[in-house]
Structure formats: C-alpha cells, structure tokens
C-alpha cells in the first residue's frame, strides 16, 4: 500500500539546524518532495529529489534519501522564524500518473 | 518559476447554494490538474484528477455529482461543489503539472477556504 509517515510536530531554537523525518512505504517511489505551507495558504514546492539520487543541497536545505530504509529527511540549516510552517513529505511514482502521496506533515516552531 | 492561480481565496455560502472554484496555469500548459481537500491540521487528500478535454477521475469515495469537475482548456480547471451543506467546509486546493516538463514536479495554488453556513 501506500503511507507516508511523518512526526506531527518539532521545535528548534532560532539558528539552529532542524531536521524533519520521513518514511514511505512504497520502493516504487519515482520522486520524493518536500512542501512547505503557511497558514492559510497552498503549498509550496521546496525541493525535490529523484530515487536515484542519496542526497541534494539548495541553499539552507539539504535533502537526504536512504532509499534502502525508505528513509527522506530535510535539514534546514539557520532556522529562522520564517520557516515557520507545516513541511510535507510526499512522494509519486510514474506509473500512477502522477497522483502524489502526503505525508500528514510536520509542524516546525521555531523558539527565541 | 511555475504560477497556478486559484479564486476566490475564501467563500462563504449558504447551505444547499453551489460553489465554483477555478484553478489556472499562467505561464503553462497542463493537461492534467489535481483537486485536494484538506481539514485543519491534517494532510491534503486528493479527490480527483481533472484531464482536460475528458471526464475526471475521481479518488474512491468522492462524490463526483457533489464535486464537478470540467477542465476545457490547457490552462483552466473548475471544481464546483453542488448543493453545498455544513460538513463540506474545508480548504481546496488545486495543482497543475507542466505538461512538456519530463519531471514530475507539481505546482499549487494557494487554496480555497470555503465556509458554508
């Protein structure tokens, strides 16, 4: 089946690093995402990373892929109170014509 | 980057009045569009697949007389949810995919909060 897991909450201290956990059930897994939503609003696309890829860097986010574990993290480097906001993992495969699976998403705080 | 823009931001209706929302690709064109439902503080759930110039595919448990779907051109999606009651509030959202991108990157738009009273 299909499942996509997350924890449903983290806190960090500004300026430091946070880490939000993923794991899916699915080794079909074509692409991995990471969104981000505000309050109120859509998602946001932050990155992406192929399966056949272990790791991706863009600026403050890093994206690692244990594709063995069926493990997918993002590390925020420099949290800062404007990442404030519910992360979602999810993950599609080519062969289902682009549904995509969300995780339920974590929600990062970020304390003084 | 990518722009899909969905209208209006926020409804409020009253009970058993019907509601459109749009969903357009600016600067794209996409053949197939996605309708997601979320309720507060959980993830998005999708309802169905729109495919231009055909009929949606509805996810299993999704009433496709209560959710219309039309999607007549390349670059817009309607949802219309028909005779709306209390329990259908939710906030939608809809995404596009570019259809000449190789890669399966979504694009969304800022959602629908809609209220019915």
């Known amino acids: 089946g299909e499942d996509v897991e997350q924890s449903l909450f983290l806190s960090v201290r500004e300026g430091d690093s946070s880490v939000i956990n993923c794991t899916y059930t699915d080794s079909s897994s074509t692409y991995l995402y990471w969104y981000k939503q505000e309050p109120g609003a859509g998602l946001q696309l932050l990155t992406y990373?192929?399966?056949?890829?272990d790791m991706k860097q863009d600026q403050r986010l890093t994206v690692l892929l244990n594709k063995k574990d069926k493990h997918l993290s993002l590390r925020i480097a420099d949290t800062q109170t404007g990442d404030s906001a519910i992360y979602f993992c999810a993950e599609s495969r080519y062969s289902s014509a682009s549904k995509i699976i969300f995780g339920s998403g974590t929600r990062l705080s970020i304390r003084p | 980057g990518a722009v899909v823009s969905q209208h209006p931001s926020w409804v409020i209706c009253k009970s058993g009045t019907s509601v459109k929302i749009e969903c357009r690709s600016l600067?794209?064109?996409?053949?197939?569009m996605f309708w997601y439902r979320q309720f507060p503080k959980q993830s998005l759930m999708l309802m169905a697949t729109s495919n231009e110039g055909s009929k949606a595919t509805y996810e299993q448990g999704v009433e496709k007389d209560k959710f219309l779907i039309n999607h007549a051109s390349l670059t817009l999606s309607t949802l219309t949810v028909t005779s709306a009651h209390p329990e259908d509030s939710s906030f939608y959202i809809c995404s596009a995919r570019d259809s000449r991108a190789a890669n399966e990157k979504l694009f969304f738009g800022s959602g629908t909060q809609l209220s019915v009273l």
């Open positions: 600067d794209f064109q996409a053949t197939t």
């Open positions: 990373i192929f399966s056949n890829m």
